[in-house]
């Protein structure tokens, strides 16, 4: 999985790989330098060791010197990645290779500062969480480790939709929670619990949603055996969680969906039921379940046109993009969203840092499920993978503002923007005005009655704004309607008109030399019925030269203010004489 900031996620990230590759090997060669230097500095000059050495010859001796190499160059290679990754922590690749290299050491407390500082910045793939999980099981010891583990799978699960990590945490949660493991009605309720997650998660992947409904199964089925022979309610009641288990997932369009058929038959044969498993005709199953099977069996083979060429490993990025977007385009017609979601969540676990993905997704969602926990989870990790791209910052803003999310939340995400590499400053300039226009919108809802100071806030997001966009960074027109924006509000929001005038008069210190700046700012006061003060700016304009036909432009457009909003004997005067020389 790569990572970017300029558009070309896969091409960018191999040359910051190359990049990586190189200056580690450098690294690791002066530093290995450094250390022949270091072993020189302890022979005598006359070429005696000043500390004797006992000689090896055999095999062993030789593969220890050879490991021991290999040990000292890991560590080199860790200390040269830690120095890259202090000057830059977004660099996914360099993080990828200190986890492994110190994974290999074996130095526990580094590698698990490693994965928490890689994870800070982006998500960990699958296989990454399985190896952390999988270390941290391995050392687990007490009831304070299992519940650090149980916090690490619900982390990764978080991240990507993986079948595979979901079972690792559905087992481990059996084989090490004490309350599952013993039955306690409060470990199978925990454990039924985790595992109805799981199959809304992952329970309708087509291709790998059935080990989900196996474990589940072989979960209730253990439950069953523990029931004392003579509790035949406790054993009815435990038989029909089991059957009704197989009849959700029979109506589940999966792979193998024949195979579980089978698996039900034999089921109820085991139960003292009359069906001929050897038949395929489906005579002693309820007829709904008959027609569920049927349907979810249309409903597969209708997807194997879309699933058939994603097994191809051969397929390039693009060529998988589009077979999914193919794929969920067909899924969006059926109007399940469910199914939908659940394919947006398969495509984008395996094409992690498709900008189009992540948008179709985010926009499905904010059209179609407006769930506040599903759209935070997902826009999060939408900017997490693909943090260059300013239009998912400005809907993550958007969708917050729509769910009624508090100001914390929204001020945090505004921030996390800010700091990504985003590949103009125009898209910087969304961000802010963005913000600005929620800020706008609540104090128009909640004014300062909960003690939100939200004009205190737009004034400081404008100036933070026009500090971080210089003049030379955006166009003229850009520039001139944050002004104007920025002074609008001053004025009417927050009945200000000094601070609006403070606004135009600080720009014109910074770029008084264009005439666009000028006309403005003379717009606004005209805007707001003050001519005498657009006067003043016109008269303060007289003596100054403007690029170009700059001088002329100023001057007629006075003499048309004069001529809308003046003393027409004025007017005529001021053609006459100073106005009109001042063209000349």
Known sequence: MERDTDGDPSSAAMEDSMEVEENLEDSVVEMMEQTVAGENASVDPGGAALKEKKPSSSSED???????????ADELRVEALERSLAENPFNYEAHVQCIHHLRKLGHIEKLRKARE???????LTPKMWQDWTK???SLSSSSEDFTNVEKLYERGVYEYLSVPLWCDYLDFVQEHDQSVSQCSPTGISKMRSLFERAITAAGLHVVEGNGIWEAYRDFEQAIFLTIAEDNNEEKAKQVNRIRSLFHRQLSVPLADLK???????LWEVEQGNAIDIDSADMDGIPSNVVSSYKKAMEMYKARTIYEDP?????ATDNDKLQHFMNYIKFEESSGDPARVQILFERAVSELPVSSDLWVAYTSYLDRTLKVPNVLKNVYSRATKNCSWVGDLWVCYMLSLERICASEEELSAVFE???????????????????????LRR???VVGTNDGFQGHTLIRDVFQRAVDYLSPDMVSINDLLNLHAYWARLEAKLGNDLVAARG??????????????VWQAYIAMEIEIGHIIEARSIYKRCYSKRFPGTGSEDICYSWLRFEREHGNLDDYDLAVKKEIFMWTC
């Open 310 to 314: 994603l097994l191809n490993q051969d």
């Open 259 to 265: 195979s579980t058929l089978m698996a039900y038959k």
């Open 416 to 438: 996390k923007s800010l700091q990504c590499s985003l590949p103009s400053f125009k898209e910087y300039m969304d961000l802010f005005l963005t913000r600005v226009d929620g």
């Open 442 to 444: 609540r104090v128009s």
């Open 62 to 72: 030789d593969d220890s010197d050879s490991d021991s190499d290999d040990e000292e």
């Open 135 to 137: 270390d941290e099981c």
């Open 503 to 516: 606004v135009w008069e600080s720009l014109i210190k910074k770029s008084g030399s264009l005439l666009e």
């Open 117 to 123: 500082s890689m994870n800070e910045h982006f998500p």
